[in-house]
């Protein structure tokens, strides 16, 4: 068994934007029961500096975020303010790049950033869906800007494509981005030939996954797709940006069918990346997930995975051949390109 470090900051339950919306503090309270146990050790952020944030947030909309501190505002339909939102994402922020930090400095081999709000979607100079600041982004840039890190692999799992982190990562060879998703779908970023350009050319990939798919098309996709990426990159450090809002009981989404147990048996596959290639070094943010018993056991499930006290019961099962049809062309043209 290794000690997980996990990072969390109550002031993030400030972020209330009503009973009615998906994203309430409930999710944070179900966050932190999950990784109830010995195996698991909780640590305070520190702040995160303005400088960090300015890696990829443009300064004239963290000023605009900062006289929002505080007060009632919107950001657009899906996104309303109270008075300790902004507060709740800044301590968010602070969650992922403390974690980073734990993991690069070498106070612990695995570390997860209970971020919420999440924000792999939140782009450079607005917000987008339910993020204000991008977590998983601002720890990477700090990773490969301050720490030392030369190669960092992201593998974004959430439903949705996180366009915020190829909008970063779009241009650098130090980040390869491995996004698996629902497409088509919001935010409509994520196709087959997106790939990066200029010297980020062929460090992201695109694995748009079909409505309807399963535990087994998901992990049949990852386990093919995933150890090839890690062999040519050779990441130094692993972040995944973990959304559980594709489970089959999370009606946010209600195209996906994964399990709990699916969601683990995906964190194997990333976990076996990171202890062949970086030491173990893995950090991982929190994105969506909406129904919160889910919620609990699905993360609950990654993190005994990381700690390495989860055991699998669930079958191995081949994915739906009528899916797979879908799947297998994206993964032989990344394989042909590769």
């Not at 990773?143 to 494509?161: Q, S, T, Y």
Request: glycine share 8%; charged share 20%; aromatic share 8%.
């Amino acid at each position: 068994m290794s000690d997980v470090w996990v990072f969390d900051d109550p002031r993030m339950d400030r972020h209330d934007p009503g009973p009615r919306h998906p994203d309430s503090p409930t999710r944070s309270r179900a966050m932190r029961q999950a990784l109830q146990g010995p195996e698991f050790s909780f640590h305070s952020p520190t702040t995160v500096e303005r400088s960090v944030l300015e890696l990829f947030h443009d300064a004239a909309y963290l000023d605009r975020l900062e006289t929002l501190i505080g007060r009632n505002s919107r950001f657009g339909p899906t996104l309303p303010l109270v008075p300790g939102s902004v507060t709740a994402a800044l301590s968010s922020a602070a969650c992922a790049v403390s974690a980073m930090e734990a993991v690069c400095k070498g106070e612990t081999t695995s570390a997860i950033a209970l971020t919420r709000p999440a924000g792999h979607h939140a782009e450079a100079s607005r917000p987008l869906g339910y993020c204000m600041l991008n977590n998983p982004v601002v720890a990477a840039l700090h990773a490969v800007e301050n720490l030392g890190i030369e190669r960092l692999m992201v593998i974004d799992w959430d439903a949705f494509h996180g366009n915020g982190i190829q909008n970063a990562s779009y241009h650098r060879r130090d980040i390869c981005l491995v996004d698996f998703h629902l497409y088509p779908a919001f935010p409509g970023t994520g196709i087959l030939s997106e790939r990066g350009v200029d010297a980020g050319l062929g460090t992201t990939f695109n694995i748009p996954i079909p409505k309807d798919a399963d535990d087994a098309m998901w992990i049949s996709a990852m386990g093919e797709l995933l150890p090839k990426v890690a062999t040519v990159y050779r990441p130094d450090v692993i972040l995944v940006v973990a959304g559980f809002s594709a489970h089959q009981r999370d009606n946010h989404i209600g195209h996906m069918k994964l399990t709990s147990g699916g969601f683990a048996q995906m964190m194997q596959i990333c976990k076996a990346q990171a202890d062949q290639w970086c030491n173990g070094r893995m950090v991982v943010t929190v994105e969506g997930g909406f129904h919160t018993t889910s919620l609990t056991e699905s993360l609950s499930a990654c993190g005994k995975v990381m700690a390495g006290t989860w055991n699998s019961d669930i079958p191995q099962c081949a994915p739906d051949p009528r899916l797979w049809k879908d799947v297998s062309p994206v993964l032989a043209y990344h394989a042909a390109t590769m």
